[in-house]
């Protein structure tokens, strides 16, 4: 630890970083239009939503692990707050596109968040501060290049609005879980094949804590930048969407598994909202639920089955199992607007989802290469060498 | 449990009725009108709200049970799934009165679950989970068919508006309660009778994170239809009940037992919620104070005296004490309304309080004694049974 | 306990007092215009959001202390319970100021139980609920003092307006915290200062639960009476100090620990939302940051050095550390709009900061003086002596 103590002021180096460069820092456009102010305020409730998606959503999500509590909560403080300041200030300067109103660039700076703390998951408890702070810095410039080239003609690639993905399916969750599985690709060791990840009574129910909290804000995620009008309907898909993940998850668990997995539950019941992110404003009732229930289905499947394989066969422990919650059913997310959205050209679509494939296997490789010049955590999945009793 | 198996698929086959049958699944009319969408918007935070306190507040306040934590959660997951697509599938069939937009439609469905989750409350630790499922699907069509009588003219026994209950508290609270009681009159075995409900400082915790979101909430549940203009009247009144139940609640706690009883700060304390929900338009600030004040002492009563008298001479369990919470002070409510609502027809309001306990007593000991055709539970309160470790 | 029976009547006469005299209770007028009553409903939903800071955010930050976690939760519950009925009383009854909208009263309210809780915070563990109740009473009428005196031309000291304190850093958060302060000057015996504070790994998952709460909905309660259209800039500018200190607060807890306390993180975390609160609407972004990042240091720095000599040289037992987060990064906040704030008036800014100073300090005292004739808490930092098992 001693040799690394420096490393402490890397965070605070890159705050200093941003200050002194940062002239350029987003000033929104004042509004004069009452009904546009209406809006964003509106939209402002969406973002507080997504704040607690963040923070207590995936946060508590991840105290599941037993001794691992208040390091996942510390490490969710640090990557948010890492997170929200480069995505703002790098995208005020119009690095990785044009651009947005202040509002929209907040909304923008927490889907980023998000799929970071996704890529948190795939390593939780393997990592140690200064290291999730590093990858936090690193993560988002990979995040904005292929949000930037997906969704908005970055190196005009794909013209804008040409891929399908209002609530995210594949620049936000598949992209996080992929990226995570680059970087737990070159960070696994034998220690922590060996060591279980252990849960408990109190941990799962501050788990289940998480889960509800993003489930029951889960249609502010999807909805946050859809026109007023469309809200309602896009809403309700979300709604549906989880009701049948949800639903399906429980017959899944049990029928998979003899009984209920707890963390299949708290997980896999959230599928359905991974999955509908890029249809959410196109399907329909029907189609929504069809959609989750399937996603719910697929990433049971993935806890029960995929993931033990996964570990013996390709070395990689994927800590929350993010690749079953939001890598497969994002994937399939993205390929279900195929059917579902109305004149949607397939060679787009597909090509924007290989792209985000590309981007985070690659940039999450490149990440858990570079994180272990920061040494590596004594004891895994384990508060004790970094928390004061 | 190996000859049940097959009622795993129960939830699926409900899911997938659905899918096939609902090509009138409720799909709004597209909003011209920039005021409209706005109102929308607005009750869309309204609707989110109310889906905290249906997951994070009934869920943990449940979680008062020491074993049963798991099992609480995922029976709330479950049956707020189960609820939503059916009520919302069902009232766009326009089987139990008109069309609604989406948005009224969602909330008017959340209604439902609630009404729901108190029914569980009643008996909850003593139902697997395939049970709280099916209870699920029963309840709604009984909870729909009670709804559109008292309040939406069905039948045409009530003239529409006739009956005073904005927040429910008859139509919710009282009828989910004496639902519960129904179902509870024909489930309770001696083993449940002998088995204690543990509860430690863990679980009190838990319990007290459900009871504050319910709080902090409520006033979204009673106001998400009201007009907007009526709405900052009608928020602050239902805090005002709260504040009035809260106080008195700790005094009549500590009165009558001695010393304070967790349990009836979690659950008393919201009974101000409850009654005013009746009148929450119409009090004045000073009413909404009363009537939380009698209603917190009502159900500090319930919890201290009532409960063990009810467990013993009628041979009922009611787990949460559903009766003492949603029971006494939502008919409480619903009277107080006689006195407060001006121009309300005396007659209305008593036939809609009577068809309300008589539909919910019926109904639920008619579901009360299909259930059992699911089986029992083999270790009450306890998630052993159910889940993996 | 016996001859002190009678006082648990204390808050079903205040409740009692409020009824009878209270015919002037606040009644808004109205409202016509449908753009005032979005508005209103807008601010209804930060309303929401701060009271979930009440309940939630403070509640369970307090639940840090292993075995009083039942009466932290009991005792916000009274404290908001008290406190908000009083305020909209004593505010609609002119006593102190002018007449406001139905909604800005409630929010107001709000602000007056955030101080009071951040009073409580350094008593906890302390006091008898009766004791909570009754210093509740009679803070909130110093607290409208103070707050009528500096920001409402009270006793024509200072102009409206002339003291920038949007968020509340002076009059909100300074206040609180040296109110507390005072109290804990002449409550703290020597059985307190010998008995440990202790918390554990569930405790303190808990107190972070509370901490994510307050950080999350922060921006609401900055923005919460701002106009619509600076809303945006204001709520950004909350984020970005949260940010800041989140990040410092975590160097700077290892560095001067070794190792990271979680107490630091859950509280120090939060210091850039007090200190921003002055300057929200004015700062710029990279502003915000800076405030954030400094008052993070700060609240670190008090916590981790000067609370120990605090607690040895003063003899004060400050159980919350409020005066660290509360109390220094208010104070910095306060005299941060100095430089920030464009054509500030140097003298009001702090005349203001001096004049809440010294209402606080005295006020407390004397409350400190008066809470003793309801006797003493026999066990200190524990539930067992007021909660049945």
């Not at 103590?5 to 200093?16: D, G, I, R």
């Not at 973002?47 to 691992?68: D, E, P, T």
């Not at 949000?147 to 690639?157: A, F, S, T």
């Amino acid at each position: 630890m001693k040799n690394y103590k420096w490393l402490l002021f890397l965070p605070l180096t890159l705050v200093l970083l941003l200050v002194c460069s940062g002239t350029s820092f987003a000033q929104g456009n004042g509004i004069a239009d009452p009904l546009a102010a209406i809006a964003d305020d509106q939209k402002y409730n969406r973002a507080i939503h997504i704040m607690a998606m963040l923070l207590l959503g995936f946060g508590f999500l991840m105290v599941f692990v037993r001794k691992y509590g208040r390091s996942a909560l510390t490490a969710t403080f640090l990557l948010v707050s890492i997170a929200l300041p480069i995505y703002m200030w790098m995208k005020s300067s119009n690095i990785f596109g044009e651009h947005v109103s202040e509002i929209d660039c907040l909304i923008y700076a927490e889907f980023a968040a998000a799929s970071l703390l996704i890529t948190a998951g795939a390593v939780l408890g393997r990592l140690k501060m200064p290291q999730y702070i590093l990858m936090g810095a690193l993560f988002i410039p990979c995040y904005m290049l292929n949000e930037w080239i997906v969704l908005g003609n970055g190196l005009n690639l794909i013209p804008k609005g040409a891929v399908a993905d209002t609530g995210g399916s594949i620049v936000i969750h598949a992209f996080g879980a992929i990226f995570g599985l680059g970087v737990a690709l070159t960070m696994t060791t034998k220690q922590e094949m060996e060591k279980p990840i252990e849960a408990d009574a109190t941990s799962d129910r501050y788990s289940m804590l998480g889960s509800m909290v993003l489930w029951i804000f889960w249609p502010s995620f999807c909805g946050a930048l859809v026109p007023m009008e469309a809200l309602p309907h896009t809403v309700i898909n979300v709604i549906l969407a989880l009701c049948g993940s949800t639903l399906v998850t429980y017959v899944a668990s049990v029928g998979l598994r003899g009984k209920i997995s707890l963390a299949d539950i708290a997980n896999a019941a959230l599928a359905g909202g991974v999955a509908i992110g890029a249809t959410c404003d196109h399907a329909t009732f029907m189609g929504a639920i069809i959609i989750g229930a399937l996603a719910g289905g697929l990433s049971t499947f993935g806890f029960a089955v995929i993931q033990t394989k996964q570990q013996r066969l390709m070395k990689i422990i994927d800590t929350c199992g993010v690749s079953n919650l939001h890598g497969l059913p994002g994937l399939m997310g993205g390929l279900a607007a195929l059917p579902i959205v109305k004149g949607l050209n397939m060679g787009h679509q597909l090509f924007g989802i290989a792209i985000t494939i590309v981007i985070a296997i690659t940039g999450g490789f490149i990440v858990g290469k570079i994180l272990p010049i920061l040494g590596r955590k004594t004891e895994v999945y384990d508060d004790a060498d970094e928390f004061m009793e």
